[in-house]
């Protein structure tokens, strides 16, 4: 093992030194940008299978979701940091490990409190894999190459994000070996045993030339704020909002504060930091990472409503869910692919354009499902869809250069963890407020969905029951209606509600029922995406803050790069 250090020899730079394995290094690192990002969806439709196998209570299926969120969230800055210091190679390689293992964990787990603790260490394990590829990338290429690398990026979150829903209903549809939803979590083994090999043999290590401790104090100090955060955003509404959740924002503020000020003071001492403040006087950075906020607050939603739309609302089972997104992916896809060249010649106008056909495709999934109502089939959400995601390819990738582009390669890392913490702070207040306001909506609307299907109620009901009670019968389907459209556990059958049977009477409320269901929740996504297209519109505005083009790349050293 030959190493260059900065007291021996004059340092060697990826930028001065390119990596001819450079391209190899970059499909490698993307099978772990798939991967994260496939898990933050794909479980999403296995939540009967696991609920149902398990015995598990919507408390604890809750979890199995927010777990991976809350870790991968919180810790995304240290692991960049510790990238920096330790080597983007090394934690790359650590963070796969950890995120293979916990997933096979989660694969066979009897229990639902084994399943809950395996998928928080499987967001550990992102957390500590994820921001290793950003900033690889950042120290491997430069100029077009790192566009086009960037664009790769931003291809492989769309797809791998849309796709999520697809691939579960896939695998579990298919059943293999009678392992019902347990393939969803082992399909990463292979992938990660794969991973682990190429990385090993062909990535290049880097790390930065400074050399320092690990700043503990200051990783502790954020992973609790974030938290403190994120986490009453994921669990309030289901908890009805207690006192505690607001205690936990506010003192999340408190202790972020008090991380900056640590840091500050450590900083002010020549110690190492988990985040260089120099990132914050570089005004791209500072507006594309708000902008990256906002939009993963709108574009990520996106897919939460229309999941839960298509699946409750309107009936689909969970293949017929992921075929109906594939379109979004594959827009993505070509957008992320035009993207580096399209930035090259028209800078931040790309982003524009890209944000305004996101507006244009949600805009267009409003007016279709306004349109076609509760007959909806996958097909008719093909055009918008298809718009809107290669908008988004178009938005993403670009973003990430701008954010990026003039960070220093030595706090590649640093970097790429606030960047990746951003989008998932985005995330998780997108898919809380746009939470709240749909299944408000839903709530607020039953009434008026239940009277609308009254005529249908009592034309099903009169070959079944005496003239005299029918009015009882309809009185007590909109007292039950209305008790389950406000619950938070959408499993959960109210008191109210009458027992399902056979009987010609269960059937006439059971498909009554489902004629407002579908109202309620085709009303709740076109106002659920209005929000949608205002948080879309917020980044397109934010868009003309940014310069017209990107700056020339630094010419400073850039980081040590140790031949392994």
């Known amino acids: 093992m030959a190493e260059a250090t900065a007291a021996t020899q004059p340092q060697q730079t990826a930028a001065d030194v390119p990596d001819p394995r450079r391209w190899l290094a970059l499909a490698i690192v993307l099978t772990g940008s798939f991967m994260v990002n496939l898990d933050t969806t794909i479980v999403n439709v296995a939540i009967p299978a696991i609920e149902r196998s398990l015995a598990a209570s919507y408390a604890q299926i809750e979890w199995v979701l927010s777990g991976y969120q809350l870790a991968y969230g919180a810790l995304l800055i240290t692991g960049g940091r510790l990238g920096d210091l330790f080597g983007r190679k090394r934690l790359f390689i650590a963070g796969m490990i950890v995120f293979t293992v916990a997933s096979v964990t989660c694969g066979i787990a009897p229990t639902p409190e084994l399943l809950i603790l395996s998928r928080v260490i499987q967001g550990a394990g992102a957390a500590m894999l994820y921001p290793q590829i950003l900033s690889t990338i950042q120290v491997s290429f430069s100029g077009r190459e ?7 990026v931003g291809a492989t979150i769309g797809i791998a994000t849309v ?64 938290v403190m955060f994120t986490l009453p955003l994921v669990e309030g509404r289901d908890a009805g909002w207690p006192l505690w959740t607001l205690a936990s924002l506010i003192g999340s503020f408190a202790v972020l504060a008090g991380f900056l000020a640590w840091e500050r003071r450590r900083s002010s001492r020549g110690e190492s930091t988990l985040v260089h403040f120099d990132l914050f006087r570089d ?28 699946q409750i609302g309107l009936g689909f089972d969970p293949l017929a869910t992921g075929l109906a997104i594939v379109p979004f992916a594959a827009g993505s896809f070509v957008g992320s692919a035009l993207s580096s060249k399209a930035q090259a010649r028209l800078g931040r106008t790309v982003i524009l354009i890209g944000s305004a056909l996101v507006i244009v495709g949600l805009s267009g999934l409003i007016v279709t499902i306004h349109l076609v109502g509760d007959t909806l089939a996958g097909i008719d959400l093909a055009p918008t869809l298809l718009v809107g995601g290669l908008g988004s390819g178009l938005v993403i990738a670009p973003l990430i250069g701008v954010i990026l582009g003039n960070v220093d390669p030595h706090q590649a890392g640093a970097a790429s963890g606030v960047l990746n913490t951003g989008q998932r702070v985005g995330a998780a207040i997108g898919v809380a407020i746009i939470g709240i306001a749909f299944f408000s909506l839903i709530g607020s609307t039953a009434d008026s969905a239940a009277t609308a299907v009254e005529p249908q109620l009592r034309a099903s009901l009169a070959s079944s029951l005496p003239a005299g009670a029918i009015d009882g019968a309809v009185a007590q389907f909109k007292v039950c209606f209305h008790d389950r459209a406000n619950e938070t556990d959408p499993t959960a059958i109210p008191p109210s509600c009458p027992p399902s049977d056979a009987s010609p009477a269960s059937v006439a409320f059971a498909s009554a029922a489902t004629s407002a269901e579908r109202q309620v929740f085709t009303d709740a996504m076109q106002l659920a995406t209005v929000a949608n297209v205002l948080a879309v519109v917020a980044t397109f505005l934010l868009a003309f803050a940014l310069p017209r083009r990107r700056r020339a790349e630094p010419e400073a050293p850039q980081a040590v790069a140790v031949d392994v």
Do not use: C, H, K, Q
Not at 175 to 181: C, E, H, Q, V
Not at 285 to 306: K, N, P
């Open 146 to 152: 790192r566009g086009t690398a960037f664009g790769t």
């Open 283 to 310: 005004r791209p950075f500072v507006i594309g990472l708000l902008m990256s906020l906002i939009y993963f607050a709108g574009f990520t939603s996106v897919f939460f409503t229309l999941s839960l739309y298509l």
């Open 163 to 226: 796709l999520g829903p697809l691939a579960g209903g896939v695998l579990i549809a298919l059943n293999i070996a009678g392992l019902d939803w347990r393939p969803v979590f082992l399909v990463n083994l292979p992938v990660g045993i794969f991973s682990l090999f190429a990385a090993g043999r062909y990535m290049r290590e880097t790390r930065s030339p400074v050399r320092a401790r690990p700043d503990l104090v200051g990783a502790a100090l954020v992973s609790i704020g974030l």
